[in-house]
């Protein structure tokens, strides 16, 4: 079966400083896994995703994770931290090739000034 | 359309009545899932479709929750005899195909609110 453990339901930063949002995930078999950003009263928007290409990957807004086997994580990570990134994370990991995800309960994100 | 659309956005019903909600995949997305989303966590698995095909409804928490898609586009939610503890958000996501290294494109959901 396969989960998602998110630690940290809420993480704060000052603008400017490194953002570090941690995933750990157990998987039976190689894993899809994917980060989403939720911001209020919004749907989830996919940020990146990892599907056993390079194992360091980048997506949208400046976010990238890294996929690391020997520590089952998919931590994510921006290098300066905007106003704009506050919001909800989700990891989630998916075993299939097709068929449902698996989220995290979910990261708040505070940027303060 | 540009993206998922979902409606109604809000939906208050009393305990007991019937609710259909609707999800408008973007167009030629062939895989369609639902996902319920309670206050402060993480969406959870409630079905599948690719195409018209309901190909997996573990998810879906009692037999008073019923999801079709019958010409493969626009897919209803249906939840009979609505109780307290249905009150959650309700998420549709689509994706291009049945590969799950795609990832969802999710809709706005709707605010399920019984009372």
């Known amino acids: 079966a396969q989960s998602v453990t998110q630690l940290g339901s809420h993480v704060s930063v000052s603008e400017g400083a490194l953002v570090l949002l941690r995933c750990n995930y157990s998987s039976s078999v190689p894993p899809y896994l994917f980060w989403y950003v939720q911001y209020p009263n919004q749907g989830l928007q996919l940020l990146l995703k990892?599907?056993?290409?390079?194992?360091l990957v980048k997506g949208i807004n400046g976010f990238e994770a890294e996929f690391k086997k020997s520590e089952t994580s998919f931590h994510l990570t921006k290098p300066s931290a905007h106003m704009s990134d506050a919001a909800e994370y989700f990891c989630a990991v998916s075993e299939s090739n097709a068929g449902k995800s698996t989220f995290g309960d979910g990261t708040t994100l505070t940027v303060k000034p | 359309g540009a993206g998922v659309s979902q409606s109604p956005r809000y939906k208050v019903a009393k305990r007991g009545q019937d609710v259909a909600l609707r999800c408008d995949p973007i167009s030629g997305h062939v895989s369609l899932f639902w996902y319920q989303q309670a206050l402060g966590q993480g969406p959870e698995f409630l079905t599948y479709f690719q195409n018209e095909a309901q190909l997996d409804k573990s998810g879906l928490p009692s037999d008073r929750f019923f999801a079709e898609r019958p010409e493969g586009s626009v897919s209803t939610l249906k939840i009979q005899r609505t109780q307290q503890e249905d009150s959650a958000v309700y998420l549709c996501?689509?994706?291009?195909?049945?590969?799950?290294?795609?990832?969802?494109?999710f809709g706005s959901g709707t605010r399920l609110t019984v009372v």
């Open positions: 990892y599907t056993s290409a390079a194992t």
């Open positions: 996501a689509s994706s291009i195909n049945s590969l799950t290294g795609y990832g969802y494109t």
